[in-house]
């Protein structure tokens, strides 16, 4: 039987996930090994919205398709919204969606002291952390997890932001000092989704990743990007999405825009069944009430 070659970055955090999934594939009567892709986003340092949306992902899918590798893994929430219909994706059962601070001596957000220098570059996470405290010091940051952590250990910084989600998966979820509610910081539409690709015509790929799906978080991934693409904004802008979903199946959606001063958050939520349906509903309300003017800036 051919080996599945399953196509990864090089981090730690890109090559666990991506273990976890070989694992599975493995454990469901598929052999799989890992296959290294260096891509853009891993040699340059730059911010993320200088750099490109689908920095991280594009040379995966290029690789895919060179048949370097059978099946690639990717955070969901770095993929263009866009679909690219030489693949197929699916969504395995997905991490907690929330944002994490990790911060000296077991502070919380509320507890740092006034100018606190708090690390990350994501626009939506600085436009909420303004909001919420206009005194931090906001400082770039890129890297690895162990990399932007190791800024707090040092003490060049106080504190940083990353995803919850990237924390459990590398067994470091206890470093978090606080793991933000949803409501009081969104997080970015699809976090915590893993969104794993093959070929479109690749019939075995497409059969072993298959057996990964979990549909309930294909749904509200969906929903979430849904927003993202109806409002054209990339994955880098301050646009956060999140779900709730009903044991009826109904789904009841959230996002908001923010501006990257934390002077304007304009957030909505609608209820349906209908992933596409109910995110295009609810970004054309956003859309109405002025959200594309804030995400311009």
């Known amino acids: 039987m051919t080996t599945l070659k399953i196509g990864t970055r090089g981090s730690k955090l890109a090559t666990t996930q991506a273990g976890h999934m070989r694992d599975a594939l493995i454990a469901n009567g598929y052999d799989a090994e890992l296959t290294i892709i260096t891509t853009p986003g891993d040699v340059n340092m730059a911010p993320v919205e200088r750099i490109g949306v689908g920095v991280f992902t594009q040379a995966l899918r290029e690789a895919m398709e060179a048949g370097e590798c059978d099946i690639a893994v990717h955070s969901f929430k770095d993929l263009p919204t866009a679909a690219d219909e030489r693949f197929h994706l699916v969504v395995p059962v997905r991490e907690d969606s929330r944002d994490a601070l990790i911060a000296r001596d077991g502070l919380t957000l509320a507890e740092l002291p006034e100018g606190a220098r708090v690390g990350t570059s994501a626009p939506r996470r600085i436009s909420q952390l303004r909001a919420l405290r206009p005194d931090l010091d906001i400082q770039p940051l890129r890297g690895n997890i162990d990399t932007r952590m190791g800024k707090v250990t040092d003490g060049e910084l106080d504190a940083v932001v990353l995803a919850y989600a990237g924390l459990s998966r590398v067994g470091q979820a206890d470093r978090?000092?606080?793991?933000?509610?949803?409501?009081?910081?969104?997080?970015?539409?699809?976090?915590?989704?893993?969104?794993?690709?093959?070929?479109?015509?690749?019939?075995?790929?497409?059969?072993?990743?298959?057996?990964?799906?979990?549909?309930?978080?294909?749904?509200?991934?969906?929903?979430?990007?849904?927003?993202?693409?109806?409002?054209?904004?990339?994955?880098?802008?301050?646009?956060?999405?999140?779900?709730?979903?009903?044991?009826?199946?109904?789904?009841?959606?959230?996002?908001?825009?923010?501006?990257?001063?934390?002077?304007?958050?304009?957030?909505?939520?609608?209820?349906?069944?209908?992933?596409?349906?109910?995110?295009?509903?609810?970004?054309d309300r956003l859309l109405a009430e002025g959200a594309a003017g804030i995400i311009e800036g």
């Not at 509200?220 to 956060?240: D, I, K, M, S």
């Open 176 to 283: 978090a000092t606080e793991v933000f509610e949803k409501d009081l910081v969104y997080p970015a539409p699809a976090q915590g989704a893993l969104a794993i690709e093959c070929r479109a015509e690749d019939e075995r790929a497409l059969a072993a990743i298959t057996t990964l799906l979990d549909s309930d978080a294909l749904t509200c991934a969906t929903a979430e990007r849904t927003v993202l693409n109806r409002l054209e904004a990339g994955c880098t802008a301050p646009v956060a999405s999140w779900t709730e979903l009903g044991e009826d199946g109904t789904i009841t959606l959230h996002a908001g825009v923010f501006a990257v001063d934390g002077s304007t958050q304009l957030t909505s939520s609608e209820s349906g069944t209908d992933p596409v349906a109910l995110g295009q509903a609810l970004a």
